[in-house]
């Protein structure tokens, strides 16, 4: 069935380094590609998306690749701050807003 | 403009029984989508609602259940309720159909 691979589960960085997070997906169908962010108690937060026809997107510090060749995406955020720690979830679906399917999620850290 | 509302955030309920979960969606929003996020399976799609419709439907048993008012606030139903039903519980809604998902704070309902 379908499913969204996530990598790493956990990533532990010092401020100011980056981070990246990677998602392989196998539905080649797939158009719609958000990320989430998720804080302790809290519901996740979109930060960031992409669809199918975008190869990038950025917004600030944080930036979203596809290749959809490849079947997979990735989250890139620069100069991490110590607020950036959090559970990262990538997803998919053939549109936004219905059925998506998450990974597993990365817990980031970033010491200060 | 006030997030997307759940009530209420705590639950707990013995085997058995049923439970009603509330969501008021971000004002103006037409789309509710529901989901259950546990540690072992991750954030898992339940179902949709659009102008009081299920538009889509998650791998859940028929014990889980929806439905979405003429305000587009909308209810999800557990009946029989088993110790693997434990979970945070999480309502998200979109503007339109294909537009990205907010979610809320979630109920967290613990089953004894």
């Known amino acids: 069935g379908e499913n969204v691979e996530q990598h790493p589960s956990t990533l532990s960085v010092q401020e100011g380094d980056s981070a990246v997070i990677k998602c392989t997906y196998s539905?080649?169908?797939?158009?719609?590609f958000p990320w989430y962010k998720q804080e302790l108690g809290k519901g996740p937060q979109l930060i960031i998306d992409?669809?199918?026809?975008?190869g990038e997107k950025k917004d600030q510090r944080i930036a979203v690749t596809l290749n959809k060749t490849a079947k997979h995406f990735s989250l890139h955020i620069t100069e991490t701050q110590p607020e950036d720690s959090a559970v990262y979830f990538c997803?998919?679906?053939?549109?936004?807003?219905?059925?998506?399917?998450f990974g597993k999620g990365t817990t980031l850290s970033v010491s200060s | 403009k006030a997030g997307v509302t759940q009530t209420p955030r705590y639950l707990i309920k013995t085997r058995g029984q049923q439970v009603t979960l509330s969501c008021s969606p971000i004002s103006g929003h037409r789309s509710v989508s529901w989901y259950q996020q546990t540690p072992g399976q991750g954030l898992q799609f339940l179902f949709e609602?659009?102008?009081?419709?299920?538009?889509n439907k998650g791998n859940f048993p028929g014990r889980f259940s929806g439905r979405q008012f003429s305000n587009s606030r909308s209810e999800m139903n557990v009946s029989t309720l088993e110790l693997g039903d434990s979970a945070l519980y999480l309502c998200a809604s979109s503007l339109e159909i294909n537009s990205p998902l907010h979610f809320g704070n979630g109920t967290r309902l613990t089953v004894t």
């Open positions: 539905d080649s169908a797939s158009n719609y």
């Open positions: 609602y659009f102008s009081e419709t299920q538009r």
């Open positions: 992409i669809r199918s026809n975008v």
């Open positions: 997803a998919q679906g053939y549109q936004a807003g219905t059925a998506l399917i």
